[in-house]
């Protein structure tokens, strides 16, 4: 599988970028993991909004969900201009009234159970619930070969460790210094993730979510202190692929 990296901001967009969404492709099936701000631009730099055979959404937060509704449009503009449309689900939980706003005339809200897997194409994601101020999932998601471990936002709390065991790819929510304190806000430390990565035995780390202050090149000196591992700083079209 492939993951092309199309947001990366934490809570809004800096100049010319997006907040979170991830581009998965395994055997010709796309699917894009949260809409964040800006991300529907940036996704056509890949593909086109009609090639998106799924979305997943980890919560409802404006940063990771604000771009549905124009996603909704494009999916609608396209099918006046050429007929064809099929409806596109998007997988959510459904602890939020928002859930109703994923059902549209080529959309379509599917609520997962969090305490099941989910099959999406060739995809298999497993969920743990985060700390966040609002009901949110992490994800972790194996085309069989390979897992990917997305953090989603979160504060930091051990069950990350066995959740993310082995993981090839961790992709954490870094959205503060390892000076800082993350833990109100529902976020964590440059130190919190590398920490993680270290226990869980991940093979890389990508820091997400990330702070719009300082230097952010600081994030990944900072975690290396805790994880031996590959880091890297979340950036627009970063991309990962099993091999
Ligand atoms: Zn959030």
Sequence with gaps: MKLTVIGYWGGYPAADGATSAYLLEKDGFT????????????????????????????????????????????????YYITGVQEVLPIYAHTEDQKFASLTHEYTKGIEYNPEKPLEVGPFRITFLKTKHPVPCYGMRITDGKSSIVYTADTAYTEEWVPFASNADLLIADCNFYADQDGSNAGHMTSKECGTIADQANVKQLLLSHLPQYRERNQLVTEAKHYYQGSVNLAAEGFIWRNT
């Excluded at 979305?55 to 940063?63: N, R």
């Design 31 to 78: 699917l894009l993991v949260d809409a964040g701000s800006g991300s529907l631009s940036k996704l056509q730099k890949y593909i086109s909004p009609n090639e998106l055979n799924a979305v997943i959404l980890s919560h409802y937060h404006h940063d990771h969900v604000a771009d549905i509704g124009v996603l909704q449009y494009a999916r609608l503009v396209s």
